[in-house]
């Protein structure tokens, strides 16, 4: 069975610091991944995505990822952190074209001044 | 971009009523719409998933008489919360999916807050 993993409920980060997210996946097949952010209160907004082309990822609001396969990660990074960075990641899964998406359970970003 | 719409954003009921929550896809025909339900400080939990002109498909522990959910258009899904109780508060969140280069993604609605006293 597919699953997902985020390692850290909480990560908190002072701001211009690296920002790195970790999320690994377990799936007998190459999968999709996904990275959503959600501010309070609001729906998910997509990050970005990896589906077989790019193993190196670039998104939004400058965060990117890498699909390692050895390692079944697709860590989420940003090389410096801004106060508006701060809320709730989602790591996703999804196997097939028209698939279920599988969550992790979440990584809650806070940014220090 | 393709754009998903939620209505109301924040409902209030009374224990034993029913609610409906919509769902629309605003530039786009979604062949199929998801359900989700978060609880506070935790994930999504997906309760069902719609294609359009059929019956929904809905996920192991979720009472289907319960939520009520149709897909009647292409562009619009409901959720009924029928007999609302207050274990039923929680935040609902929709997405949409489409046949196409993008067909992998799922676009997200900004979510319905029910609140059931």
């Known amino acids: 069975a597919q699953s997902v993993t985020q390692l850290g409920s909480h990560v908190s980060v002072s701001e211009g610091a690296l920002v790195l997210l970790r999320c690994n996946y377990s799936?007998?097949?190459?999968?999709?991944l996904f990275w959503y952010v959600q501010y309070p209160n609001q729906g998910l907004q997509l990050l970005l995505k990896y589906t077989s082309a790019a193993t190196l990822v670039k998104g939004i609001n400058g965060f990117e990822a890498e699909f390692k396969k050895s390692e079944t990660s697709f860590h989420l990074t940003k090389p410096s952190a801004h106060m508006s960075d701060a809320a709730e990641y989602f790591c996703?899964?999804?196997?097939?074209?028209?698939?279920?998406?599988?969550f992790g359970q979440g990584t809650e970003l806070s940014v220090k001044p | 971009g393709a754009v998903v719409s939620q209505h109301p954003s924040r409902v209030i009921c009374k224990s034993g009523t029913s609610v409906k929550i919509e769902c629309r896809s605003l530039?786009?025909?979604?062949?199929?719409m998801f359900w989700y339900r978060q609880f506070p400080k935790q994930s999504l939990m997906l309760m069902a998933t719609s294609n359009e002109g059929s019956k929904a498909t809905y996920e192991q522990g979720v009472e289907k008489d319960k939520f009520l959910i149709n897909h009647a258009s292409l562009t619009l899904s409901t959720l009924t919360v029928t007999s609302a109780h207050p274990e039923d508060s929680s935040f609902y969140i929709c997405?949409?999916?489409?046949?196409?280069?993008?067909?992998?993604?799922?676009?997200f609605g900004p979510g319905t807050r029910l609140t059931v006293t």
């Open positions: 799936s007998s097949v190459p999968p999709y």
């Open positions: 530039d786009f025909q979604a062949t199929t």
């Open positions: 997405s949409a999916s489409h046949q196409g280069l993008e067909a992998y993604e799922q676009y």
């Open positions: 996703a899964v999804r196997l097939m074209v028209g698939g279920k998406l599988i």
